[in-house]
């Protein structure tokens, strides 16, 4: 993405409901989505190309935002990174564990997502959903993986066992409830223990020699930016 401009340009186009001039041509309710394929690319880039870097918001706390040209998503991602007493004092951000809150509008619709990593990537892009298309009208799903949850604060909630999703490029992903999910409750849902116990401890729920251990993240600064955030409400 060159600029935030770019993403704001490319956001009106999307979301507006009125008729406009552009270049000289009008451009119609039905004709926007159209327009905003055509662009952006050219504003964007091509959509292998790696993404903007998020903006730092608060401690520990990155922002990005931009619209996936082929699905047409509008995607508001808030990213909680992990800092340890064990962290070098110099550590990146992109160095760090992460857990992401990552908002969503597709066709006049919102949701909600959760991501994770227990590693560090410098790669922050977002990761729209595998659709079956006329090369591939059957793709392979991603493999599955439980992990645990407990919602920590001035007492500790129950264990929650719930199925994610890895993606190509290693990062968890919580499986939203539907057809391809064993869940039968989204994020959303979550947010009410969040809400009173704001520390979520989370791990593999069969951890092997390999993997990571637990990890705490402090969610209260990621939940106030979601509340604060219109985009993200429901």
């Not at 159209?34 to 964007?44: F, G, I, N, T």
């Not at 992990?82 to 969503?104: D, G, K, Q, V």
């Not at 066709?107 to 909600?112: F, T, V």
């Amino acid at each position: 993405m060159k600029s935030a401009n770019d993403i704001n340009l490319l956001i009106f186009l999307y979301r507006t409901k009125k008729t406009l001039t552009f270049a000289g041509a009008t451009v119609t309710p039905l004709s926007r989505t159209l327009l905003l394929l055509l662009l952006a690319p050219v504003l964007c880039g091509h959509s292998e190309q790696p993404s903007a870097f998020p903006e730092p918001v608060g401690e520990n706390l990155l922002r990005l935002e931009g619209i996936e040209p082929i699905s047409g998503i509008h995607y508001l991602k808030l990213i909680l990174l992990l800092r340890s007493p064990e962290t070098p004092a110099n550590a990146s951000p992109e160095m760090l564990p992460r857990f992401t809150m990552e908002c969503r509008e597709q066709a006049g619709k919102r949701s909600l997502h959760w991501l994770l990593r227990f590693d560090g990537s410098p790669d922050f892009s977002f990761q729209p959903p595998v659709v079956p298309t006329t090369e591939h009208p059957f793709p392979l799903k991603n493999p599955s993986i439980d992990l645990k949850m407990r919602f920590e604060g001035y007492t500790r909630s129950q264990e929650f066992k719930r199925q994610w999703e890895e993606l190509p490029t290693g990062e968890l992903y919580y499986r939203n409830f539907g057809f391809n999910s064993h869940n039968l409750d989204d994020p959303r849902y979550f947010l009410q223990w969040l809400s009173s116990l704001p520390n979520l401890r989370i791990g593999y729920a069969k951890s092997a020699a390999n993997q990571a251990k637990e990890l705490v993240f402090p969610t209260q600064p990621l939940l106030d930016q979601l509340k604060k955030t219109a985009f993200c409400q429901p």
